[in-house]
Nanobody, 117 residues
Framework: QVQLVESGGGLVQPGGSLSLSCVPS????????MGWYRQAPGKQRDMVAT???????NYADFVKGRFTISRDNAKNMVTLQMNSLKPEDTAVYYC???????????WGQGTQVTVSS
């Protein structure tokens, strides 16, 4: 069974930067859309950014211009570079992979990002 392994969360001051990475522990064959979602306490899980196999990114309005998503297709790795972080970006961030051939959805275990002075 494929598991998504996330890394890179932590504590950062407002205005700072963090980079999150996600890589599957097993092989995923086929075209996949990869992305990041986040969930703050008491709130729903929201899409942050997604990226297709051709590199087309899609961003939530609240991160446009601050976050950049990228992927390495050879490794099925997806990275989220987060700049100009704000306290409202504090949440658990989840890696997401959708295998288009079957619409199978995989989730990471989540990594905490805290933006605080």
């Amino acid at each position: 069974q494929v598991q998504l392994v996330e890394s890179g969360g932590g504590l950062v001051q407002p205005g700072g930067s963090l980079s999150l990475s996600c890589v599957p522990s097993g092989s995923i064959f086929g075209t996949v859309v990869m992305g990041w979602y986040r969930q703050a306490p008491g709130k729903q899980r929201d899409m942050v950014a997604t990226i297709t196999s051709t590199g087309r990114g899609n961003y939530a309005d609240f991160v446009k211009g601050r976050f950049t998503i990228s992927r390495d297709n050879a490794k099925n790795m997806v990275t989220l570079q987060m700049n100009s972080l704000k306290p409202e970006d504090t949440a658990v961030y989840y890696c997401n992979v959708v295998l288009l051939a079957t619409m199978a959805v995989y989730w990471g275990q989540g990594t905490q990002v805290t933006v605080s002075s």
